[in-house]
């Protein structure tokens, strides 16, 4: 259970921030970028949810606990990435469930002939947004897992969830009927 008695601590006015093990590090290192990365994808997906539909905001708001999960992760160095007592970690089961709800989606839409623009109904561009911030997150990520350890399944997490927020978005475009898709060249 997270207690949080006062907002300011002082400790960060040196440039540095704590992290879960204890330690420190410089609030521009690579996993702070990610872990804020991380942060800003999980604020465009809480605006997504506020003109999604029912459906999709239950999602959204599950993926928001996710990525609370995901940040507790980011904050834990080391290279043990089974969770424990005192250790959140991105587990399969997270990776696994998006996959789900992803192959479920593709069911529900048809085939696609050409790019999707990120835009449609005011949901669908909420989605495209997110997305597109969890991309950004995601090359975050990577750059992190370049220098440091970083949890396999939360990289699979972070994958995985573009795609399902690419389908998402489809969803919340009449189930991809009102799509709105690219037309190579179409202004020359």
Not at 1 to 6: F, Y
Not at 97 to 110: C, M
Not at 151 to 169: E, K
Request: aromatic share 6%.
């Amino acid at each position: 259970m997270v207690k949080l008695n006062k907002i300011y601590t002082r400790t960060g006015d040196d440039g540095t921030t704590g992290l879960v093990d204890g330690s420190r590090c410089l609030k521009h290192s690579a996993r702070i970028e990610a872990i804020g990365a991380v942060d800003e994808a999980n604020s465009a997906i809480g605006l997504a949810a506020l003109a999604a539909s029912e459906e999709a905001r239950a999602y959204l708001i599950r993926i928001q606990n996710d990525l609370f999960d995901l940040g507790a992760d980011l904050a834990t160095p080391g290279d043990d990435f089974e969770p424990g007592e005192m250790t959140l970690r991105v587990v399969s089961a997270q990776v696994d469930w998006l996959e789900g709800r992803i192959d479920a989606a593709t069911e529900r839409l048809k085939p696609l002939t050409s790019f999707v623009l990120p835009g449609g109904s005011e949901g669908a561009a909420r989605v495209h947004v997110a997305r597109a911030s969890v991309r950004r997150a995601e090359r975050a990520m990577t750059a992190l897992a370049g220098h440091e350890p970083v949890n396999p399944a939360a990289l699979a997490y972070i994958n995985r969830l573009s795609d399902f927020l690419f389908q998402l978005a489809r969803l919340e475009n009449d189930e991809g009927r009102t799509d709105v898709t690219w037309v190579p060249g179409a202004n020359r």
